[in-house]
Nanobody, 120 residues
Framework: QVQLVESGGGLVQPGGSLRLSCAASGSIFSVTVMGWYRQAPGKQREYVATITSGGTTNYADSVKGRFTISRDNAKNTVYLQMNSLKPEDTAVYIC??????????????WGQGTQVTVSS
């Protein structure tokens, strides 16, 4: 089994910053792609950003230039630095990881999510 645990969410004013973390643990041989998605009330889950084990990043247009994704491969941890936050960024942010288990099986894992609220 593979577990993802997110942290770092909270309430922030418009224009503020937050940093999210997500650590993967369990029966892991390697973690390929790690990423973040978000889901606002009444809306579908949407893509935010991903990063490969080699450091290649990709972002949704709505967060380009404001959010930065990074990872620590030794810790199987991915981060999301969010700057210049807007009310429309309010959502539950959910971590995702594509893992190769110690038995050699590919496994896609999702975290429980962490709430980010941008409001004055």
């Amino acid at each position: 089994q593979v577990q993802l645990v997110e942290s770092g969410g909270g309430l922030v004013q418009p224009g503020g910053s937050l940093r999210l973390s997500c650590a993967a643990s369990g029966s892991i041989f390697s973690v390929t792609v790690m990423g973040w998605y978000r889901q606002a009330p009444g809306k579908q889950r949407e893509y935010v950003a991903t990063i490969t084990s080699g450091g290649t990043t990709n972002y949704a247009d709505s967060v380009k230039g404001r959010f930065t994704i990074s990872r620590d491969n030794a810790k199987n941890t991915v981060y999301l630095q969010m700057n210049s936050l807007k009310p429309e960024d309010t959502a539950v942010y959910i971590c995702n990881a594509d893992v190769i288990t110690q038995l050699g099986h590919p496994f896609g894992s999702w975290g429980q999510g962490t709430q980010v609220t941008v409001s004055s």
